[in-house]
């Protein structure tokens, strides 16, 4: 008996945790002299959870979360952004039915708090589509931010699971960006890293032999053209 009654509240500790975390949360982080607002759509399935954050000001949005740990009434997980980028969210489930805590990045931390607005709006999960055989190889081009021009590679091949890129963009440093999602439908492109919040939509123009498009970054959107490396 005294088995059993552990093993029940056991269960309903989890169910609570579960329940108290699964659902879209808003608010805002507050770094100084300013506040951004955030939105965190948690769930779990399967015995797993998932999640995904929009930072409308970043043009963050559906930026996939990791490392999300839920133990009763703290939870925890991680926006990969790539180096600098990464950032924490460590915080507790208050009285009051808010979640707040703290936002750490770059050895930085802020506050944070957040409150359930209605059940999780996770997107379902993306999956790569198979290219065209004419665009697979290697594309360069070039654009420009701040006055200074950033140099761009894109490696475009077919693998088990659809299309697969390599997506580098050179300025002071090397940046190789990890992207996690690549489709093609017509003669439209779409390459997705959502840990960096960047992604490429351009139109291949097979007499041009180029692909012509949009970088975004955050809130800025810059034309680039891509032609094929020789």
Same mark, same amino acid.
């Given at each position: ?48 959870w ?12 559906g ?13 925890s ?6 180096r600098?980028? *990464?950032?924490?969210?460590?915080? %507790?489930?208050? #009285?009051?039915?808010?979640?707040? &805590?703290? /936002?750490s990045?770059?050895? @930085? ?10 059940p ?5 999960l ?14 360069k081009?070039?654009y420009?931010?701040f006055?200074a021009?950033r ?8 693998g ?11 300025g ?13 439908e017509? *003669?439209v492109?779409?390459?997705? %890293?959502?840990? #960096?919040?960047?992604?490429?939509? &351009?139109? /291949?123009?097979?007499?041009? @032999? ?19 490396s020789?």
């Amino acid at each position: 008996m005294r088995l059993i009654l552990v093993l029940v509240f056991a269960c309903a500790v989890v169910c609570r945790a579960e329940d108290k975390a699964t659902g879209r949360w808003q608010g805002v982080v507050s770094v100084p002299d300013r506040e951004f607002t955030i939105v965190v759509d948690l769930q779990q399935a399967g015995g797993s959870w998932r999640g995904s954050v929009i930072i409308p000001s970043l043009n963050t949005k559906g930026a996939p979360l990791t490392d999300i740990a839920v133990n009763n009434s703290d939870a925890s997980f991680t926006l990969k952004g790539g180096r600098s980028l *990464d950032a924490t969210f460590k915080g %507790s489930f208050k #009285t009051d039915g808010t979640f707040a &805590g703290d /936002f750490s990045q770059a050895g @930085n931390q802020a506050p944070f708090a957040l409150r359930k607005v209605g059940p999780p709006q996770l997107e379902a999960l993306l999956r790569s589509t198979p290219i065209a055989r004419e665009i697979e190889g290697e594309w360069k081009g070039e654009y420009e931010i701040f006055g200074a021009p950033r140099h761009v590679t894109l490696k475009l091949t077919n693998g088990e699971k659809g299309g697969t890129a390599e997506f580098v963009v050179v300025g002071r440093k090397v940046n190789n960006l990890p992207v996690d999602l690549v489709t093609q439908e017509g *003669d439209v492109l779409t390459i997705d %890293s959502h840990q #960096t919040g960047i992604n490429y939509e &351009g139109r /291949f123009d097979k007499n041009a @032999n180029e692909i012509k498009g949009t970088f975004f970054q955050g809130p800025m959107e810059l034309p680039l053209i891509l032609r094929r490396s020789k």
